[in-house]
């Protein structure tokens, strides 16, 4: 006597259920295993996520449903340029801060999530930060005070 026959009908459904699981948990950003590294934003720690690829910087916290109180994003570009942001996909409040590459915070704004409103930076930057809407004023934060980011994040770039 054989093993108990299954329909292959049975088997397809059964092998597709389980790429489609396998494959939705890789995409979850919640569930991704997410390096964090610390960094100084005027005087006050602060862990950061860094994106320092166009494929990371374009992702941004887009998808996320939430962000912890005390973490952020660090965005890290090669060049101080201009740089712009928006808010779509992007589903929690968000605070941002542009940063020059000598660690002085330009600009800081509040960003709605869910829109489409551009978010550009008024000189060129080397850094963007995003952190949950409100951390910036809730820790003392403001225009003219610096980061400091350890060299290793600096020149992990592409």
Request: hydrophobic share 40%; with cysteine.
């Given at each position: 006597m054989g093993a108990p026959r299954v329909p292959v009908h049975r088997l397809a459904a059964?092998?597709?259920?389980?790429?489609l699981c396998s494959c939705s948990a890789s995409k979850t950003p919640e569930?991704?295993?997410k390096?964090?590294?610390v960094i100084q934003v005027?005087?006050?720690?602060?862990?950061?996520?860094v994106v320092n690829t166009p494929e990371t910087r374009r992702?941004?916290?887009?998808n996320r449903k939430t962000i912890p109180p005390d973490q952020g994003m660090l965005f890290v570009y090669p060049d101080d340029?201009?740089?712009?942001?928006?808010?779509?996909?992007?589903?929690?409040?968000?605070s941002i801060a542009f940063i020059r590459s000598d660690g002085w915070i330009t600009q800081i704004?509040?960003?709605?999530?869910?829109?489409?409103?551009?978010h550009r930076s008024k000189v060129r930057v080397a850094f963007?930060?995003?952190?949950?809407?409100?951390?910036?004023?809730?820790?003392?934060?403001?225009?003219?005070?610096?980061?400091?980011?350890?060299p290793a994040l600096r020149e992990a770039v592409e």
């Open positions: 059964i092998a597709c259920a389980m790429a569930s991704a295993s390096k964090l590294h005027g005087g006050k720690e602060l862990k950061v996520e992702l941004g916290l887009s340029e201009y740089q712009s942001f928006w808010m779509k996909n992007t589903y929690v409040p968000l704004e509040d960003m709605a999530p869910e829109t489409l409103l551009s963007v930060l995003e952190v949950p809407q409100g951390w910036f004023g809730r820790n003392g934060v403001k225009l003219g005070d610096t980061v400091e980011i350890p």
